[in-house]
């Protein structure tokens, strides 16, 4: 059974729990307005109905919470959350999300399963709601979000990495050579891992950007011939196309 019917299915009985707890506090109510008023044929009418809906709450409840029968952390550790979500993302949000590995790619955040947590890793977010539509309405919303917000700043550091590696006026800076400078910085690389830094350079790719905050122009650079692996980060775009990332050019 896959979690949003297994949730659906859940939500019905914990509904019909809702409605006979809000019969119960109707009955409550009328015996605390007939007390109050000195109504007395009132007031036994509503104590009566009370413990009638009351004595049916217990074993409703148990029924309900035991019903539940889905195993969260199995369905991460299987993965079959991904095709889950990404089905629920395409069909409700028309929103294109890549199974890559053991991630899914929305970009510009990568989407990771955490079953000792029983939740998901959303970019740097945990993320403990797991129903799929909720989850594919939070990628929906971080892809509007984020179609240029961090990149400015991206942007200004490869450029301030172009200069620190090549000297002033340098104007070209290779990926995997600044990824390495931003590395050095305690805690960054584990927060930063390649394949989130080349989400951030399709970000930055796709944001419309074309300046850095100091007035360069900047364009990529794609790798030609039959350059090292570790020097290319590499995205599936929305439309599935794989995009191999190089490096920037800088003119002032």
């Known amino acids: 059974m896959e979690l949003e019917e297994a949730l659906r299915a859940h939500a019905e009985q914990v509904a019909a729990l809702v409605k006979s707890a809000g019969r119960y506090v109707s009955a409550l109510k009328a015996w605390q307005k007939a007390c109050a008023t000195g109504h007395l044929s009132e007031r036994e009418k509503a104590a009566a109905k009370a413990l009638e809906v009351a004595a049916g709450l217990p074993a409703a409840t148990e029924e309900a919470s035991a019903a539940w029968s889905f195993d969260g952390r199995g ?7 991904r095709e889950e979500i990404r089905a629920t ?7 294109r999300v890549l199974p890559e590995d053991d991630l899914l790619v929305s970009s510009p955040v990568l989407v990771r399963a955490q079953p000792a947590r029983v939740a998901l890793l959303i970019g740097r977010e945990n993320w403990p709601k797991l ?14 979000r984020t179609a240029g917000g961090n990149s400015q700043q991206l942007v200004d550091s490869l450029q301030a990495a172009c200069e620190k590696l090549g000297g002033k006026g340098a104007d070209f800076v290779k990926f ?7 590395s050095l910085t305690p805690g960054w690389k584990k927060d930063n891992p390649p394949a989130a830094f080349a989400q ?3 970000a930055l790719h796709r944001s419309g950007l074309t300046t850095t905050r100091r007035g ?3 364009q990529f650079e794609f790798p030609s011939g039959d350059p090292r692996k570790s020097d290319v980060f590499t995205v599936i775009a929305e ?8 490096g920037l050019f800088f003119r002032d």
Request: aromatic residues 18%; charged residues 25%; proline residues 4%.
């Open 239 to 246: 439309d599935g196309r794989p995009i191999r990332y190089y």
């Open 89 to 95: 993302a395409a069909e409700q949000y028309g929103l």
């Open 216 to 218: 360069a122009t900047f």
């Open 131 to 144: 129903r799929p539509q909720v989850v594919a309405a939070q990628l929906k919303a971080l892809r509007e």
């Open 200 to 202: 951030a350079l399709y």
């Open 176 to 182: 995997k050579d600044a990824y390495d400078l931003f």
């Open 75 to 81: 369905w991460l550790e299987s993965g079959a959350w």
